[in-house]
Every structure is written in structure tokens, then in C-alpha cells.
């Protein structure tokens, strides 16, 4: 079981945490993009590792869709597992076990990415750029973004020790709203590592799944889309030059025109 403990400890790094009173387990997304995910995904990741049936469901308070596990001696197994209780930015880390087994954090990286991770595409804004490329959303990224500096420093040196490309930031957010809002350590794929991680990583979400999809089969990914929108783009059923008003020929026009010239 240790691929699917893995997993279920990336996840909950992500949008998991453990009560201090170690009563309680709340793991959850947004109620309409991570339904699926939740539904099919985390139940099932639940079931394997704790062997206990649980029921996704909406939590009106919070305004999220997930599950929550309410049974002590569950939690405490988890907790044996190298998860820690309490606020993430001091506790979040890849447990020791899974560090430096390329197969573990892969399957640590999956949980992680699938509730944490977000797919996206800009468009193309430097003097190389066709009209095209300009207008459209091409150039596709992968972005996680976490609270801990330890764990974001973490997969960079692991994903650097397998020899995969990738880059870091911090997001400096500071006093806001008379809050004080923790910094954001980012990382970032781009390029050809996107489909390099979907190859290694395999992604659960689909969230994430219809977002590269779409990219693969158009070449681009329209902003502000719906998970419902997104999957009747891969149906054929909407034509995502919708999303820019603007008609499905006017790639192979601008194709046309270059092998004129």
C-alpha cells in the first residue's frame, strides 16, 4: 500500500489538515472543479489506506466540497505515516520514507499536485510570437503554490535529483486586510517538462486532466473555463475558438499564408 499512502499524504499536504486534538481530518477543494476528484478519487484513496467508507460532501462553512474523518485511531495511523497535526506552514513536509524513492514521491507529487497544483495558459507576448500565438493561450504551465518553504524546497530538489526541469519563486504577500498573510513559495513547469510530468506523474484530477487535453488536441487553453465546459470541448460538442469570438479557420489561414510566403 505504500504507493496509494504516498498519494493520500500528498493530498492531504496539499488540501488536507489534521486537528490539533487529533479528532478530526478534513481534506477538500472547490465544490464544482474537485467534485469528480474527490468523488471518485479521494474516497477510493481513503477507502485502500484507513478502510473506511466516507461520503464526499459539501461543508457550508467553508464554502468546499470534500471529506472529513472523525475517527481517532485512524488519524493517529496517519499521523504514523509522517503526517504532523496543526498549521501546515510549521509541519508541512515529504515524509523521510518517501524522500529519494523515485516511484513514492512521484506518487506523493500526484496527491500533492492533484489538490494543491493548478494547469493554465498564457499567451505568447514576446517579439518571436505570432499573431497567433498573441491572441491566443498557447504556452502552457504547471504552478503549485505552498506556505511551506520546506516542503516547496523539498520536491524542487527531488524533481532536480530526477532530473527534471523546473523553477522556484517567492511571492512576498505581507499585511493585508489587517491580516498578515504568509508568503507563497512557488514552483513552476513550463515547455516540454508539462508533458513530462504528465507522462511521470500521471495526474487523478480532472481538473487538470480536461486543461492538457484541451491543450494537446488545440494547441491552446482558453482562460476561465468550467470543468463541465471543458469536457464537452473534448466531447467536440463546443468549439473553443468560442471563447475568443473568432472562427476555427483562422489558424489554418495564418498557416496558409506563411507557405505562400
Not at 18 to 42: H, M, Q, R, T, V
Not at 81 to 95: C, Q, R, S
Not at 150 to 167: G, R, S, V, W
Not at 201 to 230: A, C, D, M, S
Request: aromatic share 14%; net charge positive; proline share 4%.
Amino acid at each position: 500500500m505504500k504507493n496509494e499512502i504516498a498519494e493520500l499524504c500528498g493530498a492531504i499536504m496539499g488540501d488536507g489538515w489534521i486537528c490539533s486534538s487529533e479528532k478530526s481530518l478534513f481534506i477538500a477543494g472547490d465544490p464544482l472543479e474537485d467534485k469528480d476528484y474527490y468523488d471518485k478519487n479521494i474516497s477510493k484513496l481513503i477507502k485502500d489506506v484507513l478502510n473506511i467508507d466516507t461520503i464526499p460532501k459539501f461543508f457550508p462553512y467553508w464554502r468546499v466540497y470534500g471529506i472529513g474523518v472523525y475517527k481517532k485511531e485512524k488519524i493517529k495511523k496517519l499521523l504514523g505515516f509522517g503526517l504532523k497535526k496543526g498549521k501546515k506552514v510549521d509541519v508541512a513536509f515529504i515524509p523521510e520514507w518517501i524522500l529519494g524513492d523515485k516511484k513514492l514521491f512521484f506518487n506523493f507529487l500526484r496527491g500533492l499536485f492533484d489538490t494543491d497544483g493548478s494547469v493554465f495558459c498564457e499567451r505568447d507576448y514576446t517579439k518571436y510570437a505570432t499573431k497567433y500565438n498573441s491572441k491566443y493561450h498557447t504556452r502552457i504551465r504547471l504552478r503549485i503554490g505552498l506556505i511551506s518553504p520546506l516542503l516547496i524546497n523539498q520536491i524542487y530538489d527531488q524533481l532536480q535529483k530526477f532530473n527534471f526541469k523546473c523553477t522556484k519563486r517567492k511571492l512576498i504577500r505581507g499585511f493585508k486586510h489587517n491580516r498578515n498573510n504568509h508568503d507563497v513559495y512557488i514552483l513552476e513547469i513550463n515547455s516540454k517538462w508539462v508533458k513530462e510530468f504528465f507522462n511521470r506523474v500521471k495526474p487523478h484530477n480532472p481538473k487538470h486532466i480536461t486543461k492538457y487535453k484541451i491543450w494537446k488536441e488545440f494547441g491552446f487553453l482558453p482562460p476561465k473555463t468550467t470543468l463541465e465546459q471543458r469536457k464537452e470541448i473534448i466531447k467536440k460538442n463546443i468549439n473553443p475558438y468560442i471563447f475568443y469570438n473568432a472562427g476555427v479557420s483562422e489558424r489554418s489561414n495564418e498557416t496558409d499564408s506563411k507557405s505562400v510566403a
